[in-house]
């Protein structure tokens, strides 16, 4: 995503962590609010701007995706978990309110079981990772790439405006490289069969939030998270695939009452 795309109120910084090129958007003021995202984020960040009325937002790009580096020492979801310790030492975080999605979900979730004493509260948006047999979620590795976007979402035109009506090499280039690194954690092993047994560490209040027709990972799966999470509520909203709050404001309004 080309930074014009981020909302003027967000600042770009870069940072390195053991090595690695990684570049964080910020804005706003108070707590920490931590956004992990998904496999990528050139569908915008303009649904975090209501956050930043009461919160620190913190934006961080994954090594491997966006506007950060490569690093070929990560090769499982584990590998971030440890770079996101590391980022967070050096942005001087040491408590925060942690929100993610799809993928950034699972990573939050497992930074959550290991260093629960440093999160407050935990939002989990559509995430990913965990195997359900009787609502099994699409392979992507098997999806045309050109079919995908219209699958994250009811509304097309809500992520239309982000997407090329000709695909440059640049957008192209951008998408192959988040894919192959997407590849390189999920390609052997799309789900993570040891996190629910730790779940139960999942001690904070916690938020698991899912749109209705997501196609990507099925509603149902909340349940598998409900039911593993000591204290996890759960808010389902309708008219939205997975890209939930970028399609309902009633949901990024939901998760800031419930980080507040």
Known sequence: MAPA????????????VN?????????????????????????GINFAVPWTEKFRVIIPFHPGFGESGDDPAITDTHDYVMHYLDLFDA??????????????????????????????????????????????????????????????????????????????????????REGGM???????????TKLPRYLHRLTMPTLLVWGEDDRLIPVQQAEIWRRHIPKADVAIFKGAGHLVLDEKREAVDAVQRFLS
């Open 182 to 192: 997407l590849a390189r954690l999920w390609w052997e092993h799309p789900w993570d």
């Open 91 to 176: 942005l001087g975080i040491d408590r925060l309110r942690l929100v993610g999605f799809s993928l950034g979900g699972l990573l939050a979730a497992k930074f959550a079981v290991e260093h629960g004493h440093r999160i407050d509260r935990l939002v989990l948006v559509g995430p990913a990772g965990l195997r359900d047999k009787a609502h099994p979620a699409p392979d992507l590795f098997k999806l045309p790439p050109e079919q995908i976007p219209s699958m994250l979402v009811t509304n097309f035109d809500v992520i239309k405006p982000y997407l090329p009506e000709k695909p440059d090499l640049d957008f192209m280039g951008d998408r192959y």
């Open 5 to 16: 795309a981020f909302p003027a109120q967000f600042k770009r910084e870069v940072h390195t």
């Open 19 to 43: 090595g690695v090129k990684t570049v964080v958007l910020t804005a706003g003021s108070g707590e920490p609010l931590v956004f992990l995202h998904g496999a990528g984020l050139w569908h």
